[in-house]
């Protein structure tokens, strides 16, 4: 892992920015973000464009987070990623880097904050391939079914959104819900 460098991370209150600096490539950063206190799991931004060759840092606030492809190598999930990408999981950590080669639709989550919906989507260049179908689009049979709040929050994240924003952050209305195991 390259640290930042001379390049500086800021998240002003609209969004992301884009770090880096002439000895490093351009990098994006999503933070990993738990707070008991509101019941806040989420990734920020939720939703994120990025063009092929693009490498996303996802940044960890907190012990226990972390960032997994939906894929069947992975908790056995449907695979919600474009055909032929290799699945990243970030394992353990304070940090962890992918550069997506592929052009589609990624869908992620955190292992052990995924039934509190803590899920996120990257469109790599055009939306498409098997993350832009319905959660449970294909048949079950051995699949791990998805939670409730995953459910709740991946219908909240859209790709269209996501590819004319750029970024989108985590949905306000839904900040101050409590968590589902209270």
Known sequence: ??????????????????????????????????NYRIGRFDFDPIGLHVEPGTTVRWTCRANGL?????????????LRIPEGARPFDSGGGDAFEWTFETEGTYDYYSRNQEVLGMVGRIVVGSAGGPG?????????????????????????????EI???????????????????H
């Open 1 to 34: 892992m390259k640290a930042a460098g001379a390049g500086a991370l800021v998240f002003p209150s609209a969004g992301w920015m884009r770090v880096g600096s002439q000895n490093e490539a351009e990098v994006t950063e999503i933070i990993m973000v738990r």
């Open 132 to 160: 832009e179908n319905p959660l449970g689009y294909g048949a079950r049979e051995g699949h791990t079914p998805p939670f409730r709040e995953l459910v709740r929050t991946h219908q909240v994240i859209n790709s269209q």
């Open 163 to 181: 590819v004319q924003k750029g970024a989108v952050r985590y949905p306000a209305d839904l900040l101050g819900r409590k968590p589902p195991l």
């Open 66 to 78: 972390s960032a997994l492809a939906f894929h069947p190598d992975h908790d056995n999930h449907e």
